[in-house]
């Protein structure tokens, strides 16, 4: 499964239930790009146990304002609906994993 892209629509339905990595990003930004191909490596590794999804900041300001998003890409992990992590900067993938398994 790759990562889903998330829409204001999309968002509460994609972390209700489980764990959701939420990658805030933009097309115009280097980190995000370099961040991209991670997220995509990591969903494929960690598939069935980790929802990957990708809100564009340009495209959905409202999802942005509401997590007071300043600095991207910022990574918010939900479980089960409930913000328990946010990671901002470009994290490696062996970082992402550890972050991860906290809550698996």
């Known amino acids: 499964m790759a990562t889903v892209t998330v829409t204001e629509k999309t968002f509460n339905e994609t972390i209700e239930k489980g764990i959701t990595l939420i990658d805030f990003w933009a097309t115009w930004c280097p980190p995000c790009q370099m961040q991209s191909p991670v997220l995509e490596e990591l969903s494929n590794d960690l598939e069935g146990k980790v929802t990957i999804g990708k809100v564009d900041v340009d495209q959905e300001q409202n999802l942005a304002a509401q997590y007071q998003i300043q600095s991207i890409p910022t990574l918010l992990i939900f479980k089960d609906g409930q ?14 994993e550890n972050v991860l398994a906290q809550y698996m």
């Not at 913000?83 to 992402?96: A, G, I, T």
């Open 83 to 96: 913000l328990v992590q946010s990671l901002v900067r470009f994290n490696p993938k062996s970082n992402l």
